[in-house]
């Protein structure tokens, strides 16, 4: 049963960057669609990034050329680095693995990790 470890959240100011981690046990990463995703207080979770099996990735709009998302063969790792923070990417960061390759753009999701806070203030 895979388990997922998000980290490398943090506080940082607008215009910053952070890189977040998540390690996986139980699965390679590597045949697998994986994603992140945010939830913020008092909204719903709501997608970031996805990459599949063939390393094709997708992008919700908020994401869309400040995060890049790939995987970390050597660590066995799903990565995402974010570049040009706003105060509205504050949220609990989430990654997920769902066991085939192709990514949707559904949130259905077979294993979660636990969540890595990001807080950007302005």
């Known amino acids: 049963q895979a388990q997922l470890l998000e980290s490398g959240g943090g506080s940082v100011q607008a215009g910053g960057s952070l890189t977040l981690s998540c390690a996986i046990s139980?699965?390679?990463?590597?045949?697998?669609?994986m994603g992140w995703f945010r939830q913020a207080p008092g909204k719903e979770r709501e997608g970031v990034a996805t990459i599949d099996g063939g390393l094709g990735t997708k992008y919700w709009d908020s994401a869309k050329g400040r995060f890049t998302i790939s995987k970390d063969f050597s660590k066995n790792a799903l990565i995402l680095q974010m570049t040009n923070l706003k105060p509205e990417d504050t949220a609990m960061y989430y990654c997920?693995?769902?066991?085939?390759?192709?990514?949707?753009?559904?949130?259905?999701?077979?294993?979660w990790g636990q969540g890595t806070q990001v807080t950007v203030s302005s």
């Open positions: 139980g699965y390679t990463v590597s045949p697998y669609c």
């Open positions: 997920a693995i769902v066991l085939r390759s192709a990514c949707t753009w559904s949130l259905n999701y077979d294993r």
